[in-house]
C-alpha cells in the first residue's frame, strides 16, 4: 500500500530529526532536525488529504477495501475515503461475453449433445449486468473473477441441459425455444448473486460432419422424389385432359348422332304417298314427261335422220 509506506517513511525522517535536534552536536545539525518535525507532519497530513479522495467513472461502483477486506460501496464521482482505504471500481453496465462450445476451435468449450448424443456446436453470447447494491456481497463471496467462476459454467450446464432434450434434426428448428428457456433459467439461477441476465443469444449452430452430409443426402433425395412426383402429377393432368377431351367429343358426336335420328324421325313421320311419288319422279330421267289422266299436252317427236335420195 503505497499511501502507507510513504506515511511509515515520513515518520522515520521524523523520528531522525526528532534526535538530531536533540543530541546533534553542532547548532546547524540541531537547527535542520527542528525543521524536520515541524516539515514531516505537515507532509504526511498533506499526504493523507491527497489520498482521502477519489473519483469513480459513471456507469461503475466503488468498492472500499480497507487492506484485505471489502467494507463499503461508494457511487459515481468523487468521494471521501480514509487514506488508508482503496476503492476498485466494478462496472455495473451490460457485459456481452461470447461463448463457444466447440473444442475444434481455439477456446473453445466442450459442445453440448442431442438427444441421441450426437455433438451439437454452438456459440452464444450472454448479456449481463451486476445489481449495484449486490457487487460488495459478490465480490465478498466469489471474487473478482465471479465470471469464470459462477456464470460460464452455468451457461454451458444450463445449455447442454435443453439440447440434450430434443433429437439433432429438432434442436434447429426448436432454436428459440432452446434460447427463451437458457436465459430464463439462467436468470433465475444467477439472481442470487445480485446478476441480472438481460438476455441471451444463439449466433450458431453446428452439427458433426457426418449428420449434416446425411441431411444433406436426404434433402437431395427428397428434392428428386419431388420431381419425380411432379412428373407423374403433370402427367396424370395432361392424360386427365386428353380423357376430358375425348369425353367431349364423344358427347357432341353422340349429340349430333341424336339430332340425325330426331331430324330422320320427323321426316319419316313426314312422308306422304305425295310426296314419296315426288321423290321417285325426283330420281328418273328428266326427258320422261309424265301427264296427269285426262290432260292433253304437245310433244315434239324427237328429230328424225335425213333420207338418202336414190
Partial sequence: MFWLFVVVLLLMVWVVSFLAAKNAPNPETQNLGRTGIVVVPLLVVAFSAFFSFTTVEAGHIGLVRTFSDYTGEVGPGVNFKWPWQQVEEVTVRTQSKQIVMNEKLKGGTGSAVSRETQPVFATVTLNYS?????????????????????????VLQVFKSETVKYSTIDVAPNREKIRRA???????????????????????????????????????????????????RQATFEANQKIETAKG??????????????????????????????????????????????????????PQPPSETP
Fill in 182 to 232: 437458457v436465459q430464463g433459467i439462467l436468470d433465475s439461477q444467477l439472481e442470487d448473486y445480485g446478476i441480472d441476465v438481460t438476455d441471451f443469444l444463439i449466433n450458431d449452430l453446428d452439427f458433426a460432419d457426418a449428420f449434416v452430409n446425411a441431411i444433406t443426402e436426404k434433402q437431395v433425395a427428397n428434392q428428386r422424389a419431388e420431381a419425380a412426383r411432379e412428373k407423374v
Fill in 130 to 154: 451486476l445489481e449495484s447494491g449486490a457487487v460488495m456481497d459478490l465480490y465478498r463471496e466469489v471474487g473478482a473473477n465471479y465470471y469464470s467462476a459462477i456464470v460460464e459454467p452455468r
Fill in 249 to 302: 367429343d364423344a358427347q357432341s358426336k353422340l349429340i349430333t348422332a341424336k339430332a340425325d335420328a330426331q331430324a330422320n324421325r320427323l321426316r319419316a313421320s313426314s312422308l306422304t304417298p305425295l310426296v314419296l311419288e315426288f321423290e321417285r319422279i325426283q330420281k328418273w330421267d328428266p326427258q320422261i314427261v309424265y301427264v296427269p289422266a285426262g290432260a292433253s299436252i304437245f310433244v315434239n317427236p324427237p
